[in-house]
């Protein structure tokens, strides 16, 4: 005879009590926030996919659950994923429920989303442009070139290095000197001259109407830091799940 839960029982004891916390029958969350920290082959993308489904089966919106993780198609597994799982107890009902997982995707697309739909409220021009890392990469180059750092006598760091040092700098929110220091230590003896890069990088970002992936998440952030905006976000999205803290639901 199965049990009313049977498409948990596939989990192990650790991973059950991640799906199952804190959810009423109201599929609320009165135990508050919770983080959960593991490591490679222990479950995660499983245990996040039966985190869902079971949200779902127990009557949460899917429409106001935030999923996401690191690429496309991880994003496209966890979803079918949690319709396999929800289908066991929901049958083709599932379906339609997991269909309306709208807001399932990676970091930086769900970012680019958010950036776009709030775009006047945050003075971006909505048709702005991503760049991926290898296009960055290439913009960082031709400000390098312009800048006449391509030629210096003594190598001066390639593209690649350029826009890993400005990606560190601006993600840890650390000066370049702490970067250079602990992480490229080979680069110390160019802090000015990378300093003025960045600057023009910047510069010719903002003249292209252009975002590259760390901008997708920074701009994102800025956003949360707005107490009306954040409302407004977390009113649509008040449960949210990342695969980096898994499972990380949270009532904004």
């Known amino acids: 005879m199965l049990t009313a839960n049977a498409y948990l029982d596939g989990l192990n004891l650790e991973q059950r009590r991640a799906v199952e916390y804190g959810l009423n029958e109201q599929g609320n969350m009165p135990g508050g ?10 479950g995660k993308t499983n245990t996040l996919a039966h985190r869902v489904a079971h949200l779902i089966v127990n009557g949460a919106d899917p429409r106001r659950i935030l999923l996401m993780t690191f690429s496309r198609r991880a994003a496209a597994e966890m ?3 949690v319709e396999r799982i929800a289908r066991k107890a929901m ?3 599932a379906g339609v429920m997991t269909e309306a997982l709208t807001w399932a995707g990676t970091f930086h697309g ?3 989303r958010l ?3 709030y775009s006047e409220q945050i003075g971006l021009n909505p048709a702005f442009t991503i760049h991926d890392r290898e296009d ?16 210096t006598e003594k190598r001066f760091p390639t593209k690649g290095t350029c826009l890993s040092i400005y990606s560190r700098c601006v993600n840890a929110e650390v000066p370049i000197e702490q970067v250079l220091g602990t992480s490229f230590p080979w680069c110390s003896g160019w802090a000015a001259e990378l300093k003025q890069l960045f600057a ?3 510069e010719s970002k903002q003249g292209q109407n252009v975002l590259d992936y760390d901008d997708l998440l920074l701009y994102w952030a800025q956003m949360m830091g707005d107490h009306a905006l954040a409302e407004d976000v977390g009113g649509a999205l008040p449960r949210t799940f990342g695969q980096s803290a898994l499972p990380a639901p949270s009532r904004s």
């Open 33 to 42: 926030p919770l983080l959960v920290i593991a490591g490679a082959g222990s």
């Open 79 to 81: 979803t079918k994923r």
């Open 91 to 93: 049958g083709d009902k």
């Open 110 to 112: 769900i970012g680019a």
């Open 115 to 117: 950036l776009r739909e």
């Open 136 to 151: 960055a990469a290439d913009l960082m180059n031709l400000a390098r070139h312009d800048l006449g750092f391509s030629k």
């Open 200 to 202: 023009a990088y910047v």
